[in-house]
């Protein structure tokens, strides 16, 4: 039901800052999840951070808490990440996801029906 493109990923330094942006378009819409989650080669797909616009409730994992930051700008239909002090051990494929249900469990990939095609973050030391 809604299409995303994500844009703003790249090489970076450890120590380094990247913000990434998440494009929605489809429509406008009063209710919504929306989140960031990642994949490095090997690994299982996990939840970055999401955010529910019925309550603003977010959901941060605990790796990145205090470094990383979701914000949303309804007039433009697009959701960011600010991530800052980037480690090596934040390598991967960034995606943004969207939910127009409304989610008890806020962070949950399964749960997530749409999904840009990803972003490429590179973390050198």
């Known amino acids: 039901q809604v299409q995303l493109v994500e844009s703003g990923g790249g090489l970076v330094q450890a120590g380094g800052s990247l913000r990434l942006s998440c494009a929605a378009s489809?429509?406008?819409?009063?209710?919504?999840?929306m989140g960031w989650f990642r994949q490095a080669p090997g690994k299982e797909r996990e939840g970055v951070s999401c955010?529910?616009?019925?309550?603003?409730?977010?959901y941060y994992a605990d790796s990145v808490k205090g470094r990383f930051t979701i914000s949303s700008d309804n007039a433009k239909n697009t959701v960011y990440l600010q991530m800052n002090s980037l480690k090596p051990e934040d390598t991967a494929v960034y995606y943004c996801?969207?939910?127009?249900?409304?989610?008890?469990?806020?962070?949950?990939?399964?749960?997530?029906?749409?999904w840009g095609q990803g972003t490429q973050v590179t973390v050198s030391s």
């Open positions: 996801a969207a939910e127009l249900a409304f989610l008890k469990r806020l962070c949950r990939t399964a749960d997530f029906g749409s």
């Open positions: 955010i529910r616009s019925s309550d603003g409730r977010t």
């Open positions: 489809g429509g406008t819409y009063s209710s919504y999840a």
